[in-house]
């Protein structure tokens, strides 16, 4: 099963996730496949958000039992759910039934007494077991849940042991996606920061964003939040005919300004009163300023901004695109994977290409398909109903909420198949002269003069990988020709032969991992290919894609 569609009950996860099956258009039509109706993106989020205001995260000692961990906390509530972690020490994420369970536990904490120094005293819902006594250490060891991704040595062993392509991208997916426990214990990260906002806007909310939530998301991956101040507003625009009040406030010189000293408190009492949190980096400068910290009890890497709800919409836009099939999260999770082991991605911010760009471009591809495998972003606009409508700072971001009025067309590629055309697609596009527009789901003419020109999906005035320059972008081109060509190679796409080692050489998805593709030698120096030089090989492939660039173009251009 995939884990995205977490948050729905066990019969719905099946139903979301299996072959979607041909059912009649109203109109009669039996060529597309509808998706079938499913939890919408907010009432996945706000049930989990929910979940998480009744859950406390609890740093555990290294040896105690679990059954006395439970019974000590049931005194308190009913425990729904719980999972133990490791983090540099033993944690516990403990959700109850009820919040009321969490004020119960308050009240029997103390503030701990400390030898030299003093404490703040921040009462958060972060705490510390303590076990009194000797403990003892034939304690059955609780089941830790893994939170962080494997390395990628291990990824191709297991992607060598699979029989196709295609198996070794459902795998390669299931193994790097967030957990379920993974996703519980970021949202209870962001409703901990909200506690400390809370401070001073009790009805704000912390909302997850980006790949936490767009179902793209990786083991690992950083946890983009944004501080949604609505709650304050909305009481604010009730107005009776009668006598009212309005708050007193201070001003800023714009809605910038008001964000950068909202954010700029919220960072210096994160970075003082909140438990946990280290190494806080106030950014309010950039395009959209940030708070960045680590959030030590979790490992996660966190980026707080405020004043950012154009960037959830494409939060919710990628997971409604990785919802209609199952196929666009492989390839999603299959081109960031083999971008991150080229070092085409990478975690420090550069000219590089991101992961949202990268999906924004498999998206676009998967548009391309002839039958298109996504909607285009009109087409989700013009399928929206009324309470659909969303306009954000003149910006009109209606999609529709509810999957089931999607119809898709049948294309039934292999994902083999769609990760080889990804790389010709890519290798061979006019990146020089074009933008990248899943809005209309066509090539545009570049609007400026970028190296790579992707539109942002909401606000078409704005180049997605401004940041990227001619270099990075030109590495890009290079790998996915290279890609492209190593996947025409038949032998490559088929299991490889077990050495006299006992090891398997790599064949299909691992074979493009290997760092040997991206500096040009290639996974063919164990084939026969090996004697011919590099400057043939990559002619070879050049003049391959032209052809094949060819039809595409002329696809495109009769379709
Ligand atoms: N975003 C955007 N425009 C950009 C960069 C980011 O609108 N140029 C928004 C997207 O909604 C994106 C989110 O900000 O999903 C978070 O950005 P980032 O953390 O860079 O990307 P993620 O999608 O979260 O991917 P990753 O796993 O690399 O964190
Ligand atoms: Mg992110």
Same mark, same amino acid.
């Given at each position: 099963?995939?884990?995205?569609?977490?948050?729905?009950?066990?019969?719905?996860?099946?139903?979301?996730?299996?072959?979607?099956?041909?059912?009649?258009?109203?109109?009669?039509?039996?060529?597309?496949?509808?998706?079938?109706?499913?939890?919408?993106?907010?009432?996945?989020?706000?049930?989990?958000?929910?979940?998480?205001?009744?859950?406390?995260?609890?740093?555990?000692?290294?040896?105690?039992?679990?059954?006395?961990?439970?019974?000590?906390?049931?005194?308190?509530?009913?425990?729904?759910?719980?999972?133990?972690?490791?983090?540099?020490?033993?944690?516990?994420?403990?959700?109850?039934?009820?919040?009321?369970?969490?004020?119960?536990?308050?009240?029997?904490?103390?503030?701990?007494?400390?030898?030299?120094?003093?404490?703040?005293?921040?009462?958060?819902?972060?705490?510390?077991?303590?076990?009194?006594?000797?403990?003892?250490?034939?304690?059955?060891?609780?089941?830790?849940?893994?939170?962080?991704?494997?390395?990628?040595?291990?990824?191709?062993?297991?992607?060598?042991?699979?029989?196709?392509?295609?198996?070794?991208?459902?795998?390669?997916?299931?193994?790097?996606?967030?957990?379920?426990?993974?996703?519980?214990?970021?949202?209870?990260?962001?409703?901990?920061?909200?506690?400390?906002?809370?401070?001073?806007?009790?009805?704000?909310?912390?909302?997850?964003?980006?790949?936490?939530?767009?179902?793209?998301?990786?083991?690992?991956?950083?946890?983009?939040?944004?501080?949604?101040?609505?709650?304050?507003?909305?009481?604010?625009?009730?107005?009776?005919?009668?006598?009212?009040?309005?708050?007193?406030?201070?001003?800023?010189?714009?809605?910038?300004?008001?964000?950068?000293?909202?954010?700029?408190?919220?960072?210096?009492?994160?970075?003082?009163?909140?438990?946990?949190?280290?190494?806080?980096?106030?950014?309010?400068?950039?395009?959209?300023?940030?708070?960045?910290?680590?959030?030590?009890?979790?490992?996660?890497?966190?980026?707080?901004?405020?004043?950012?709800?154009?960037?959830?919409?494409?939060?919710?836009?990628?997971?409604?695109?990785?919802?209609?099939?199952?196929?666009?999260?492989?390839?999603?999770?299959?081109?960031?994977?083999?971008?991150?082991?080229?070092?085409?991605?990478?975690?420090?911010?550069?000219?590089?290409?991101?992961?949202?760009?990268?999906?924004?471009?498999?998206?676009?591809?998967?548009?391309?398909?002839?039958?298109?495998?996504?909607?285009?972003?009109?087409?989700?606009?013009?399928?929206?109903?009324?309470?659909?409508?969303?306009?954000?700072?003149?910006?009109?971001?209606?999609?529709?909420?509810?999957?089931?009025?999607?119809?898709?067309?049948?294309?039934?590629?292999?994902?083999?198949?769609?990760?080889?055309?990804?790389?010709?697609?890519?290798?061979?596009?006019?990146?020089?002269? !074009? =933008?990248?527009?899943?809005? &209309?789901?066509?090539?545009?003419? %570049?609007? $400026?003069? *970028?190296?790579?020109? #992707?539109? @942002?999906?909401?606000?078409?005035?704005?180049?997605?990988?401004?940041?990227?320059?001619?270099?990075?972008?030109?590495?890009?081109?290079?790998?996915?020709?290279?890609?492209?060509?190593?996947?025409?190679?038949?032998?490559?796409?088929?299991?490889?032969?077990?050495?006299?080692?006992?090891?398997?050489?790599?064949?299909?998805?691992?074979?493009?991992?290997?760092?040997?593709? !991206? =500096?040009?030698?290639?996974? &063919?120096?164990?084939?026969?290919? %090996?004697? $011919?030089? *590099?400057?043939?090989? #990559?002619? @070879?492939?050049?003049?391959?894609?032209?052809?094949?660039?060819?039809?595409?173009?002329?696809?495109?251009?009769?379709?």
């Amino acid at each position: 099963l995939d884990r995205f569609c977490l948050g729905l009950e066990p019969q719905t996860q099946r139903r979301c996730t299996s072959t979607i099956p041909a059912i009649k258009t109203p109109t009669g039509s039996k060529t597309a496949d509808f998706v079938k109706k499913s939890k919408t993106f907010q009432a996945i989020q706000e049930e989990r958000r929910e979940q998480a205001e009744r859950s406390v995260l609890i740093s555990c000692p290294a040896k105690f039992s679990e059954k006395k961990f439970l019974d000590f906390f049931s005194k308190h509530g009913t425990v729904n759910k719980h999972f133990f972690y490791n983090s540099f020490g033993a944690y516990a994420v403990v959700e109850f039934s009820n919040k009321e369970s969490i004020a119960s536990l308050k009240e029997s904490t103390g503030i701990p007494a400390v030898d030299h120094e003093a404490a703040v005293p921040f009462k958060s819902r972060l705490l510390s077991l303590k076990w009194p006594g000797i403990q003892s250490s034939n304690y059955p060891t609780p089941n830790f849940k893994e939170q962080s991704p494997p390395n990628i040595g291990d990824i191709s062993n297991l992607l060598l042991q699979k029989h196709s392509v295609d198996e070794q991208l459902r795998c390669l997916t299931e193994t790097l996606q967030l957990t379920e426990e993974n996703i519980s214990l970021r949202f209870l990260v962001c409703s901990l920061l909200g506690d400390i906002a809370g401070a001073y806007f009790p009805e704000c909310i912390i909302r997850p964003f980006g790949s936490t939530v767009n179902s793209f998301g990786k083991l690992g991956c950083d946890v983009d939040m944004i501080l949604d101040l609505d709650g304050i507003y909305a009481r604010s625009q009730k107005k009776g005919s009668g006598l009212s009040l309005e708050y007193q406030v201070k001003t800023g010189p714009s809605e910038r300004a008001v964000t950068q000293s909202i954010l700029s408190v919220v960072g210096k009492c994160v970075d003082q009163f909140g438990p946990g949190c280290v190494g806080v980096q106030n950014i309010l400068q950039a395009r959209c300023p940030i708070v960045r910290f680590a959030h030590q009890p979790s490992g996660f890497q966190c980026d707080l901004t405020a004043n950012n709800k154009v960037a959830m919409k494409s939060s919710e836009l990628l997971f409604l695109y990785g919802h209609l099939d199952p196929r666009v999260r492989h390839l999603v999770f299959s081109v960031r994977c083999w971008a991150r082991a080229h070092s085409i991605t990478s975690s420090i911010p550069g000219a590089w290409i991101t992961n949202f760009s990268l999906t924004v471009m498999v998206v676009f591809f998967l548009q391309q398909r002839s039958p298109a495998m996504l909607p285009t972003l009109d087409r989700l606009k013009e399928l929206a109903g009324p309470s659909d409508k969303c306009v954000i700072e003149g910006n009109d971001c209606t999609i529709v909420s509810d999957l089931s009025k999607i119809a898709l067309q049948k294309n039934t590629d292999t994902l083999e198949k769609l990760l080889q055309e990804f790389f010709e697609f890519y290798g061979n596009f006019p990146f020089n002269k !074009a =933008s990248i527009n899943i809005r &209309k789901g066509k090539e545009q003419s %570049k609007p $400026e003069a *970028a190296a790579l020109h #992707i539109q @942002n999906p909401f606000e078409a005035t704005l180049n997605v990988s401004k940041n990227v320059n001619a270099a990075q972008l030109e590495r890009f081109v290079k790998l996915c020709q290279e890609s492209a060509w190593l996947f025409q190679q038949k032998e490559n796409l088929e299991p490889g032969s077990t050495q006299s080692n006992g090891s398997v050489s790599p064949w299909g998805f691992a074979a493009l991992l290997a760092p040997s593709v !991206a =500096s040009g030698t290639g996974v &063919k120096s164990r084939r026969k290919k %090996k004697t $011919e030089p *590099a400057s043939s090989r #990559i002619k @070879n492939l050049l003049d391959s894609l032209k052809i094949k660039g060819g039809e595409t173009v002329a696809k495109k251009g009769s379709a």
